[in-house]
């Protein structure tokens, strides 16, 4: 089936760090890439969306200049957090879609998630 | 605008049976999904339903109908480690995903 590499899984570093988390698609060609965010005890939150080759479309009340988001090839999207403030400490999580409505009934394919920690 | 009505919270017992609702009003409708997330894990794809009725998959079993805006993810013999939250997802016209908040079941023994 289709998998979805995220990485690193968990990063702690201090604040003031800009960080950069990797999604890539392994074996299909994600036309699109969504990056969501989840503080504790909450739902999954929607930050971006990012169609390769374009540029990506934030959420309202997401920083653009501080989540930079880069989907230069099919098969792989990065976040950069910015400058990061403990503030920023969450769950992020990407995933993708490939061509065409959906793939073996599923939409999107998540990736395992990059737990992040500013000090 | 889009919405997605799942409770919050239910609790079971292991062994018996539970029933989680969603309630959806969304921009067109491509499909219903279903997914369970382990607390400081990503979502694991359940069940898709796209046409009324049921879908059984071992001991999970989702249903869904149109007319109503509705769907219920059905859990059987429930298992400690089916302590999880769950998802309900509706797929638009546009072919996005919209989320409901999750319910967070909780397995008593």
């Known amino acids: 089936g289709a998998v979805v590499s995220q990485h690193p899984s968990w990063v702690i570093c201090k604040s003031g760090t800009s960080v950069k988390i990797e999604c890539r698609s392994l074996d299909f060609q994600a036309t699109t890439m969504f990056w969501y965010r989840q503080f504790p005890k909450q739902s999954l939150m929607l930050m971006a969306t990012s169609n390769e080759g374009s540029k990506a479309t934030y959420e309202q009340g997401v920083e653009k200049d501080k989540f930079l988001i880069n989907h230069a090839s099919l098969t792989l999207s990065t976040l950069t957090v910015t400058s990061a403030h403990p503030e920023d400490s969450s769950f992020y999580i990407c995933s993708a879609r490939g061509q065409g409505p959906s793939q073996e009934g599923q939409p999107q394919h998540f990736g395992d998630g990059t737990r992040l920690s500013i000090l | 605008g889009q919405n997605i009505d799942q409770p919050t919270e239910m609790t079971a017992t292991e062994g018996a049976i539970v029933q989680i609702n969603c309630t959806y009003q969304t921009s067109g409708f491509n499909g219903l999904f279903w997914y369970q997330q382990h607390a400081g894990e990503a979502p694991t794809f359940l069940s898709y339903?796209?046409l009324d009725g049921l879908e059984e998959k071992g001991r999970f079993s989702s249903f869904l109908s149109r007319s109503k805006g509705y769907s219920y993810l059905l859990l059987k013999e429930l298992q400690m480690k089916d302590s999880a939250s769950y998802l309900c997802?509706?797929?638009?016209?546009?072919?996005?995903?919209?989320w409901g908040a999750g319910t967070k079941l909780i397995i008593k023994p």
């Open positions: 997802a509706v797929l638009d016209s546009n072919y996005q995903l919209i």
């Open positions: 339903n796209v």
